[in-house]
């Protein structure tokens, strides 16, 4: 059962052949004999997932069941969960147990679906390579065969390993600046990141709040078009949610892409990537083009300034949302403070990793009197530059195709001396969460025997063209059905 997709499982629930209990058992033991040597879930809900899959069983019998009924997955723990621990990842969130639901968690209860826990991450989703988690680093189950451990990428890597290791079919995740679709290339995995506003972010503890976007991630294009079913639409509690109508997002998965007019970005071309990289996404492009589409080059000239800029913008806001975590209401607090300023100053020292720290520094210091012009407001602009080159782009292709990361999962320790290198991790994906278009990964072959991802960028709310067009690419290869050793 674990090898199958969301869509097979609940096809096969839904013919009665297996039932929620039995599902749900076997991917649980399978967490409990595998994760040990992925570290990929902070939490796992195995009497409560029980208890929900029986009631789903019940609901089955009852002729009261849709797709997700019964189908097991697990939320990124950045998603409060109701009487559930929700840690981002974090000493200060340690102790965190939320009294309400993230409007995704609601939905996905509300479809019936059965969780199974909380996912590893990044500390408060800030990484590119689930390195930074107060509860240890997660593994990639790819490239373990000559005894070195992988990271999975960040900071949806516990996310991303689960559903690659098969201990899950499906996982909730979140992209800020390229976690959702890094983790999947590198874990050979299917993901994606909506339009910013399509899936609601109440519930879901703020990093970047102009920036951080709830996605999907699962084996196939499928199963992230069934994931989307559920998660989009607007949500009056979430001011930023986008009020549009939802499709069903499996409808035109079956669509031709004859006529599908591709754009190449040449800035993402670039010496910034390796031979054998840039061969495996061309190889992936010409199978677009056996399809029927038309690949043309195009131009983001403001691509290289997207790193300057996220690295404003994102600290900013996370300096101003994690002011929050002060030891006061709720989460980490010091032992034994002295008076207030003590309380604040060694809660925060002893309750941020390293990462969460250092990009608060450089948030706070660019929001400051006498800089916020020289720094947060000149990234805006060069944000707002960005926005109209993907706006031109789409006057002129569909979509645009590219790779998802420079090169495929490094080995752990590799680069965390060194942030900077770690942050040009994301030199595909940032300009993405900036223009607030949706964006996807495909698996699209390997590198020294690593996966590596294609990703298919689209037009604002198109997230169904990018399923479509992955879903054909997915019937006529066979990388995403590729199993770790």
Not at 22 to 41: G, H, M, P, V, W
Not at 226 to 238: R, S, T
Not at 371 to 400: C, M
Not at 406 to 434: H, R, W
């Amino acid at each position: 059962m674990h090898n199958k997709s969301v869509a097979e499982l609940a096809r096969e629930l839904e013919s009665g052949k297996i039932s929620s209990v039995e599902l749900t058992r076997e991917f649980l033991d399978r967490i409990k004999a595998e994760d040990s040597q992925y570290n990929s879930f902070i939490t796992v809900t195995e009497d409560q997932a029980m208890a929900d899959a029986k009631a789903a069983d019940e609901q089955r019998a009852a002729g009261k069941a849709g797709v997700w009924t019964g189908v097991p997955f697990a939320h990124k723990d950045i998603f409060c969960t109701n009487g559930i621990a929700t840690t981002c990842g974090s000493r200060m969130l340690a102790n965190f147990v939320p009294p309400y639901d993230a409007t995704v968690t609601a939905n996905f209860r509300a479809a019936g679906a059965v969780c199974l826990g909380k996912t590893n991450m990044d500390e408060f989703a800030m990484g590119s390579s689930n390195e930074s988690s107060y509860f240890g680093p997660v593994t990639n189950p790819w490239g373990r065969s000559n005894g070195e451990k992988r990271v999975p990428g960040g900071s949806s890597g516990g996310s991303a390993a689960a559903i690659a290791a098969r201990l899950i079919p499906a996982a909730t995740a979140t992209d800020t600046g390229g976690s959702i679709r890094q983790p999947a290339a590198l874990c050979g995995i299917t993901g994606l990141k909506p339009t910013y506003g399509r899936v609601s972010r109440f519930g879901m503890i703020a990093f970047a709040s102009s920036l951080d976007q709830g996605g999907t991630m699962a084996r196939t294009a499928e199963d992230n078009a069934l994931m989307l079913n559920v998660m989009a639409g607007v949500d009056p509690q979430d001011s930023t949610s986008a009020d549009r109508s939802v499709p069903d997002y499996t409808a035109t998965l079956n669509e031709p892409l004859k006529g599908l007019r591709v754009g190449l970005p040449k800035e993402y071309f670039s010496d910034q990537l390796s031979p054998a990289m840039e061969q495996q996404v061309r190889n992936a492009v010409k199978e677009y083009e056996k399809l029927g589409a038309i690949v043309k080059e195009v131009s983001l000239p403001h691509a290289n300034l997207a790193i300057a800029a996220y690295y404003v913008i994102a600290p900013a806001e996370a300096s101003a949302n994690l002011s929050r975590f002060d030891g006061v209401r709720y989460g980490y607090r010091c032992e034994n403070p002295q008076d207030l300023n003590d309380m604040y100053t060694r809660t925060r020292a002893e309750g941020f990793g390293g990462e969460v720290k250092r990009r608060i520094l450089v948030g706070t210091y660019a929001l400051s009197a006498g800089y916020f012009d020289a720094y947060y407001l000149k990234a805006q602009k060069v944000r707002r530059l960005i926005q109209q080159d993907f706006i031109n782009a789409f006057k002129d292709v569909d979509v645009l195709m590219s790779p998802v990361s420079p090169s495929p999962a490094f080995v752990q320790g590799e680069k965390t001396s060194d942030p900077v290198t770690m942050y040009l991790e994301d030199i595909f994906t940032i300009a993405v969460n900036l223009a607030g278009v949706p964006a996807m990964s495909v698996p699209a072959g390997f590198v020294d025997g690593l996966p590596i991802g294609l990703q298919i960028i689209g037009n604002y709310f198109d997230e169904a063209r990018l399923l479509n067009a992955a879903h054909q690419f997915q019937q006529v290869t066979d990388w995403h059905q590729k199993l770790p050793q």
